[in-house]
């Protein structure tokens, strides 16, 4: 279990200001899931673990480069954070700036952030703007603010937030003793996949190929151009410009790997698959594994003898609303005990 803060347990790896200080919730130290079943119904003869970054504090792997982008902003004497989101980062940044005795803004598409963290994000206290648009509009605008005011950006684009969040790699290595052979995971912004190529890189202890799900809807480094109306029920990844595209193709082809697109149908599918292991994860979450399970199908990806990880960035809490229908059994109210015998025993009695 890890008793410090990420930053100061993998520091000898990290590069940060000398200025950043410690704003830290304990983030890290998820969990890496063994997903035999899973495996064998993708057909078997692999190792497939899920690493659940949904267990960070605020329910993301957001949390990672948070620790170390308010850190460094706090250090500097920035008073103020400022952040484009599709909900995830907003929620994060609210908790550590809140953490750090920080004003927060954050500017999110309307209508398209889940509530899970809405919630999460107006009760860190953070100021929530909206803008009718998508999440690469509202990115533009924060660069623009960030860049004419002291309100520091903690987007992606600050380089410190790659830094934290490159620690996922460092924490696999650990767990699995060694790299993967793939490293499956969703695409959004693309900071993420550009961190953990770097984490691998700088831990040196071998490099997985990255296999990088973008939303079929939301597929511009799929599709090698920007998507002006990016549509994905994946909100977390509805992103049309992502800041780091090119970092995260190059990354993707210098591991032998690749940035694929899969459909809401197969995030949705796999959502719900993942669920029955045990684990909830929100959508965007499910992209990686749905991508994994679409390739293998496919035959464009043999799984046979490897080891596999796919990381689940954000937990389930965060969208509920985007399950389906939830079936509650029996649309009336139980009248008493032997309508609930009834109920749960069915036919046999
Ligand atoms: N998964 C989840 C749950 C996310 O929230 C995000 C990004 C991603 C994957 C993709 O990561 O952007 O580094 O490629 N969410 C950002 C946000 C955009 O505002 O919360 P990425």
């Known amino acids: 279990m890890r008793r410090q803060p990420l930053l100061q347990h993998y520091a000898e ?61 706090l250090g500097r004497g920035a008073r103020s954070v400022i952040c484009a989101s599709t909900g995830n980062t907003a929620a994060s940044a609210a908790a550590y700036a809140a953490r750090a005795g920080m004003r927060a803004v954050v500017l999110i598409p309307a209508g398209k952030v889940a509530s899970g963290k809405l919630a999460a994000t107006a009760a860190y206290g953070a100021q929530v703007l909206q803008i009718e648009g998508s999440f690469d509009k509202a990115l533009e605008l924060v660069v623009a603010i960030s860049k004419k005011h002291p309100i520091a950006l903690v987007n992606s684009l600050n380089p410190h937030r790659l830094q934290g969040q490159k620690t996922a790699a460092f924490e696999i290595v650990d767990q699995l003793g060694g790299a993967p052979d793939w490293l499956c995971l969703p695409v959004g912004n693309a900071g993420n996949i550009s961190a953990y190529w770097m984490g691998f890189q700088d831990y040196g202890q ?53 940035i694929i697109a899969a459909s809401d149908d197969q995030i949705v ?61 029996a649309s009336t109210l139980l009248a008493d005990f032997n309508a609930l015998e009834a109920a749960i025993l069915g036919e046999q009695t």
């Open 206 to 258: 071998g490099l997985p190929k990255l296999l990088g799900v973008q939303a079929a809807g939301a597929a511009p480094l799929v599709a090698g151009h920007p998507i002006e109306q990016p549509e994905t029920l994946a909100t977390a990844i509805r992103i049309g410009k992502p800041a780091r595209g090119e970092q995260a193709m190059a990354a993707a082809e210098e591991s032998g790997g690749r």
């Open 269 to 329: 599918a796999m959502r719900q698959r993942i669920a029955a292991e045990g684990l909830w994860v929100e959508p965007a979450s499910a992209a990686g594994l749905a991508g994994l399970a679409q390739q293998i199908a496919a035959g464009t990806l043999d799984p046979s003898g490897l080891r596999i990880v796919a990381v689940c960035t954000g937990h389930g809490l965060k969208d509920p609303g985007s399950e389906p229908q939830t079936v509650v059994e």
């Open 13 to 73: 790896y990290i590069d940060l200001p000398e200025h950043t200080r410690v704003v830290s919730l304990l983030e890290g130290g998820t969990p890496l899931v063994p997903m035999p079943r899973l495996a064998a119904e993708l057909g078997g003869g692999f190792e497939l673990y899920i690493k659940y970054e949904g267990l960070n504090p605020t329910g993301s792997f957001k949390d990672r480069g948070m620790t170390a982008a308010v850190g460094e902003s």
